[in-house]
Each structure stands twice: as C-alpha cells, then as structure tokens.
C-alpha cells in the first residue's frame, strides 16, 4: 500500500507570495493532518480534517489555510509568505474516524518551503 | 495546551549499548503517547506507541514505559545498532484530533 504522498517536495518562493501544498493520504484514511517543522519551533500542529471538515487548528495565523476534498486528498495554503513561513511541511494520515481519535498517525516524506 | 517536554537533546552510545530517551506532558487528560523517529530527508515514523491504560509495551528491541501518576513516559532502545542513529520524538494527544511533540532527541551510534 502507498504512503503518504505530499507534492511538491520542494518548494523556493518569495515574500509576499502564495504557495499551495498537496497531500494524498494512504487509501482508506479519511482523517489528514498537517505539521510544520523548523529547528527552532520543532513539529507544530497545523490543522486536521475528516470527511472534508476542519475539526481541529492550531495557533497559526489566518495566512495558513487548508482543505480536504470528497476523497480525503488535502491541500494547504499559505498567503502572503513571510521569512519565518520557511519550514518542512508535513502531512499525516490516519484512520481516525467520526469517533474514534488516537489512531496511529502515518506521516508523509514533506515539502521543504524556502521564503526568499 | 499541551506541553511535551523531552531530554536528553542529544544521545551519543557505543553500539550494543541501550539509549533512553525520558518524556513529559503537562496535560493529566492525555491518554495517547507515541514515539516516532525521523531520519534525514524523511518524515517521521511511528515506531511504537502507548494508550494511558497500559504501563509497558514492547516491540523487539524497544520499549515504551508510561507513568501515568508522575506524567513521564520513555523510550528504551537495547542493543544499539548504527542504523537506530537518527532524530526520536516523543508525542502526547488527548483525543483533539492532534499530537503535541517534544523537541526531539539526536541519537548517535557509535560504531
């Protein structure tokens, strides 16, 4: 079974601009999640969706957005980037449902963002 | 929120010698503490875990301990081989959809 699959893995941008990131989760995970990971922050909770809803976000600000389609595939956006957005984004899948929470989280490889 | 706190940040050992890696969490409510190790130009993989309503868990070569009373849970690796050599995070989350991770500890296997 594939991994979780996240495009692309590289990314150069400049300040100002806006920068969309994908997710495919492992086939039969509905529920994604996305972290970003610098050196001096560690791994932070971004947001997590199921069944195309936001069901929890962390302390981001309103510039970070994402969203789930119909088959569970996820996007990111980031606008108006600034210097500090430069992180590894990664995204995670599980078989979390409706009701259930702490299932394993199964991470993919990331996007590296650079913010010139 | 959650607050993971993770030591050492750093881990040097000779191969065949045991790694351990002490964690805790601030929130009385988590109930779910996994352990993921990342390589570079990798994302991080789970390599075990542990729900509140166990104490030890064992996979092979690595263990988990949580204490649920003292808030710490650890990660015991025996038998260090070069290939455990990479970043291992520790994680808490109590059932909100998230992981709240430590900042991560560089283990270094010694040949």
Same mark, same amino acid.
Request: glycine share 8%; aromatic share 10%; with cysteine.
């Given at each position: ?7 692309p893995r590289?990314l150069i941008?400049t300040r100002g601009q806006q920068?969309?990131?994908?997710? =495919?989760?492992i086939s039969?995970h509905?529920?994604? =999640?996305?972290?970003q990971?610098?050196?001096g922050q560690?791994?932070?909770?971004l947001f ?9 976000k962390g302390?981001?600000?309103g510039?970070?957005s994402?969203?789930q389609f119909s088959? =569970? ?7 108006t980037?600034e210097l500090?957005?430069?992180?590894l ?6 078989l979390?449902?409706? =009701?259930s929470?702490?299932?394993k989280?199964?991470f ?5 963002l650079?913010?010139? | 929120g959650?607050n993971?706190?993770?030591?050492p940040s ?15 969490y601030?929130?009385? &409510? ?5 352990w993921?190790?990342q390589e570079?130009?990798? +994302?991080?993989q ?8 166990v +104490?030890e868990k064992?996979d092979q070569r690595?263990?988990v301990?949580l204490n649920?009373?003292?808030?710490h849970?650890s990660l ?10 990479a970043?291992?995070?520790? &994680?808490?989350?109590?059932?909100d959809?998230?992981?709240s991770f430590?900042a +991560?500890?560089?283990?270094t296997?010694? &040949?």
């Amino acid at each position: 079974k594939a991994g979780v699959t996240q495009t692309p893995r590289y990314l150069i941008k400049t300040r100002g601009q806006q920068v969309t990131l994908s997710c =495919s989760p492992i086939s039969g995970h509905r529920s994604v =999640s996305w972290y970003q990971q610098t050196p001096g922050q560690g791994l932070q909770f971004l947001f997590e969706y199921f069944s195309e809803t936001q069901r929890n976000k962390g302390n981001f600000p309103g510039r970070f957005s994402g969203r789930q389609f119909s088959n =569970s595939r996820s996007e990111m956006n980031v606008s108006t980037l600034e210097l500090g957005d430069s992180a590894l984004y990664l995204c995670a899948s599980s078989l979390a449902g409706r =009701s259930s929470t702490n299932e394993k989280l199964f991470f993919g490889s990331g996007t590296q963002l650079s913010v010139l | 929120g959650e607050n993971v706190e993770q030591h050492p940040s750093t881990l040097s050992v000779q191969e065949g010698d045991s790694a351990v890696i002490k964690c805790t969490y601030s929130d009385s &409510a988590s109930n779910y503490f996994p352990w993921y190790k990342q390589e570079l130009g990798k +994302g991080p993989q789970l390599i075990i875990d542990i729900r509140s309503n166990v +104490g030890e868990k064992k996979d092979q070569r690595i263990a988990v301990t949580l204490n649920k009373t003292a808030k710490h849970f650890s990660l015991h690796i025996t038998e260090t081989q070069p290939e455990d050599s990479a970043v291992y995070f520790c &994680a808490a989350s109590n059932n909100d959809y998230k992981l709240s991770f430590g900042a +991560g500890t560089t283990v270094t296997v010694r &040949a």
